[in-house]
């Protein structure tokens, strides 16, 4: 009798452990579906973004008058930027570490 009960239990376990199992192993297959329909979903969404040139919004006016008028301010800040960086770099004063280029009309 107890040899009985412990055969049915065994049987039993190993019933319930292989349905756990198999439980387990879809419940993973289908966490690992998806995470990998999220990655594929991320790249083909990165790849629509990176592909996209610009912004939306035009930075300038439809109107070519305020156009004209926003490209050459544009340009102007551009041409004064170089200006502004040699400034701060010290690159627009001569060096005086020279006597060549600084001197005065005395060597």
């Given at each position: 009798m107890?040899?009985?009960?412990?055969d049915k239990f065994t049987e039993?376990?190993?019933m319930k452990s292989s349905q756990t199992t198999a439980k387990t192993?879809?419940?993973a297959r289908q966490g690992q579906r998806s995470v990998m329909s999220r990655l594929v979903l991320g790249c083909v969404l990165m790849a629509g973004l990176a592909t996209s040139v610009g912004c939306f919004v035009p930075i300038y006016?439809?109107?070519p008058e305020r156009r004209v008028q926003q490209l050459l301010y544009t340009s102007e800040d551009l041409r004064s930027l170089v200006d502004e960086w040699e400034r701060f770099w010290?690159?627009?004063s001569p060096s005086h570490m020279t006597p060549i280029r600084t001197h005065g009309?005395?060597?």
């Amino acid at each position: 009798m107890a040899i009985e009960r412990t055969d049915k239990f065994t049987e039993e376990l190993t019933m319930k452990s292989s349905q756990t199992t198999a439980k387990t192993d879809s419940a993973a297959r289908q966490g690992q579906r998806s995470v990998m329909s999220r990655l594929v979903l991320g790249c083909v969404l990165m790849a629509g973004l990176a592909t996209s040139v610009g912004c939306f919004v035009p930075i300038y006016s439809s109107r070519p008058e305020r156009r004209v008028q926003q490209l050459l301010y544009t340009s102007e800040d551009l041409r004064s930027l170089v200006d502004e960086w040699e400034r701060f770099w010290f690159l627009d004063s001569p060096s005086h570490m020279t006597p060549i280029r600084t001197h005065g009309g005395v060597l």
